[in-house]
């Protein structure tokens, strides 16, 4: 019998009913039986592996190397730096037995690993000529999160995290500024995923830095997304864990430090941006699975088999990522429709017609049912060498839509009630010059649910539109995730 294929809800109705049955239905991922923790199902972690590989491949260009850290730390070394402890404090998990033995200390289940890589920094570095430490770590972390949702908040999440440690304070101003910018760029040009970049606000920074900054993305209910992070530690760590080194003038100094990352919370982000009323719709250079084959067979099937698997395998010696669905027991519809939902990108549908005449049809994924373009027919002899072509139009035109949907929800204005009507409704990201004054955020806060997403420098007009005072940045405000 052949199973039914579960719909999901419209995505325009509830965004975040949709992104839940989306997640579930498409097979990403499946509850756990641990409060807050999902498993992570083939084909999601196909799209991990993808976003890993991606980040990989350009912080080794940059120079990192990957390391591992210890995921348990004593609680004396997490409290030798205070602000960051406070931080995180309510996020902590503690492991206090182990087997039959009752611990003399706790052990923290890191939720992020400044504290135990500072500690190792300090026994590694003895001179300058140890700088810079440029290490990355890929990892998975804990963060006791009361309200969950796949991918976007989780107990336990993966992620990567890179820190290092330099000689100056320029050194590790210009690590920051480049690791942001490597963010950007896989955002955009790999999940097709549009942010806004910039610094965030100091009731916004991470704890125990002196700068961080961000990519934000907007999500389809009007909602900011934080993508990624990249902090400048300045001397903080340093100093809490004895980071220092002897200088070229023989002078004993602290390091300064950096740390940023991202998270599968990308995921989410590329999910809710792309997705639609079918499922998910994949940015080809993300996609698990680039190309699905999908036979139709009638009567006899003995050459239509040996073509299609022919046509698979020119598409794996052509090195793309292909799939052929020659499963029994199940309809094509039924397949188009999965695959749908998973959100290939390309479709081949293949008869016994189509063999006849030479050709194959071809469903762009990114395009609406009956869309201009969203099928053609490609010669069976041309389709190899068409589709590398086309996945980068799909590439682009995701990126497009999603480019211009951000364009469209950003409003800039100089009106506080028109600022603070827009923040409540959830139109976008709202541009405005602001003051910079934390008080002066928390009453937004108060009155809208929104904050600054991210800053940059000059204002374009002398007042913050909030509160009247004179203004240092342009600002970015939403409500977020």
């Not at 080794?60 to 406070?86: D, M």
Request: aromatic share 8%; glycine share 6%.
């Amino acid at each position: 019998m052949e199973r039914t294929l579960e719909r999901i809800p419209p995505k325009s109705a509830d965004l975040s009913e949709w992104y839940q049955a989306a997640c579930y239905q498409a097979e990403l991922v499946s509850q756990a039986p641990v409060r807050g923790c999902l498993v992570l199902r083939p084909y999601g972690y196909g799209l991990w592996e993808r976003l890993q590989a991606e980040l990989d491949r350009r912080f080794k260009e940059t120079g990192h190397e990957n390391a591992y850290f210890p995921l348990l730390i004593p609680e004396s070394l997490l409290t030798r730096e205070a602000e960051h402890v406070e931080g995180f404090a309510p996020e902590v998990a503690w492991v206090t037995e182990g087997g039959s033995e009752k611990l003399t200390e706790r052990l923290a289940i890191r939720p992020t690993s400044e504290v135990i890589i500072g500690v190792m920094y300090a026994e590694w570095i003895q001179s300058y000529r140890d700088l810079p430490v440029l290490i990355n770590q890929w990892a998975n972390v804990m963060r006791w999160e009361k309200r969950t949702r796949p991918f976007l908040r989780t107990a336990e999440f993966l992620w990567q995290e890179g820190h290092t440690a330099h000689a100056t304070e320029q050194e590790a101003a210009e690590e920051v500024a480049r690791m942001l910018e490597v963010y950007r760029e896989v955002a955009e040009d790999v999940c097709a995923v549009p942010v806004y970049k910039g610094e965030k606000s100091s009731s916004e920074r991470f704890a125990g830095a002196n700068h961080t900054y961000s990519i934000e993305a907007l999500m389809p209910d009007g909602r900011a997304l934080q993508s990624a992070t990249s902090h400048e530690l300045g001397q903080n760590f340093a100093r809490a864990y004895d980071i220092t080194f002897a200088a070229e003038d023989q002078t004993q100094q602290h390091a300064w430090t950096t740390s940023w990352g991202m998270s599968w919370r990308m995921l989410g982000a590329l999910i809710m941006t792309h997705g639609d009323d079918r499922g998910l719709r994949i940015p080809p250079r993300m996609a698990p699975v680039e190309v699905v084959i999908v036979p139709i067979p009638r009567g006899d099937t003995t050459a239509l088999d040996a073509a299609a698997k022919s046509l698979h395998e020119q598409c794996k010696a052509a090195g793309l990522r292909v799939r052929l669905d020659d499963r029994p027991g199940q309809s094509p519809g039924y397949k188009f429709n999965e695959w749908d939902m998973r959100g290939v990108p390309i479709r081949l549908e293949l008869g016994n017609r189509d063999l006849e005449a030479g050709v194959v049809t071809l469903v762009r994924r990114d395009k609406a049912v009956k869309e201009d373009g969203q099928k053609q027919q490609v010669p069976l002899n041309e389709i190899v060498a068409f589709i590398p072509t086309m996945l980068e139009q799909i590439q682009h035109n995701l990126f497009a839509q999603a480019k211009t949907f951000l364009q469209d929800h950003t409003i800039a204005t100089l009106d506080r009630d028109e600022f603070i009507r827009l923040l409540k409704e959830r139109a976008g990201m709202i541009d405005v010059p602001w003051c910079g004054d934390p008080a002066c955020e928390v009453a937004v806060k108060d009155a809208t649910g929104a904050t600054t997403r991210n800053l940059r420098q000059p204002a374009r007009a002398e007042r913050c539109v909030p509160c009247g005072e004179p203004a240092r940045y342009q600002a970015y405000f939403a409500q977020s995730y």
